[in-house]
């Protein structure tokens, strides 16, 4: 299968298209993709939660941490996007123009695991368990 990366994840009709990272060919990064996919999912779901409290430093931490996760696994665009939200929490800017952001990983995020789920059939199942 030939990696390919989706620039939006989410079509009008609300259908989900997968993100693929530009690591799917990797027979080292593709195994881990279904755990990094739960735990993006988690982090971004985190990263609400702490915009909506204004906690701006844990908000920055998160967003650090996403950061770094998905350029290693190849979701330049999600680190870019994650790296702007860091940079605003970081300097204070208005929850109203990072809200936006933390959406837009969201959505990148239900892409990440669209991809992981056509190639993993368990991942829909494994992706429910609650593991913290």
Same mark, same amino acid.
């Given at each position: 299968?030939?990696?390919?990366?989706?620039?939006?994840?989410?079509?009008?009709?609300?259908?989900? %298209? &997968?993100?693929?990272?530009?690591?799917?060919? =990797? &027979?080292?990064?593709? &195994?881990?993709? &279904? /755990?990094?996919?739960?735990? *993006? =999912?988690?982090?971004?779901?985190?990263? !609400? *939660?702490?915009?909506?409290? !204004?906690?701006?430093?844990? *908000?920055?931490?998160? /967003?650090?941490?996403?950061? !770094?996760?998905?350029? #290693?696994?190849?979701?330049?665009?999600?680190? =870019?996007?994650?790296?702007?939200?860091?940079?605003?929490?970081? /300097?204070?800017?208005?929850? #109203?123009?990072?809200?936006?952001?933390?959406?837009? *990983?969201?959505?990148?995020?239900?892409?990440? #695991?669209? /991809?992981?789920?056509?190639? =993993?059939?368990?991942?829909? %199942?494994?992706?429910?368990?609650?593991? %913290?």
């Amino acid at each position: 299968m030939k990696a390919l990366e989706a620039t939006r994840t989410v079509t009008d009709g609300g259908h989900v %298209e &997968p993100l693929w990272s530009t690591y799917m060919d =990797d &027979p080292v990064v593709r &195994p881990l993709l &279904p /755990a990094f996919a739960k735990a *993006l =999912d988690e982090r971004v779901k985190r990263m !609400g *939660l702490m915009l909506s409290a !204004g906690d701006f430093v844990e *908000l920055a931490r998160l /967003a650090h941490m996403v950061r !770094g996760a998905a350029g #290693s696994y190849g979701y330049s665009q999600i680190a =870019d996007l994650a790296g702007a939200v860091e940079t605003g929490a970081r /300097a204070g800017t208005q929850a #109203s123009t990072i809200t936006p952001l933390v959406s837009e *990983l969201a959505a990148m995020g239900a892409g990440v #695991s669209a /991809a992981v789920a056509s190639i =993993d059939p368990n991942f829909a %199942e494994w992706n429910s368990l609650n593991l %913290e």
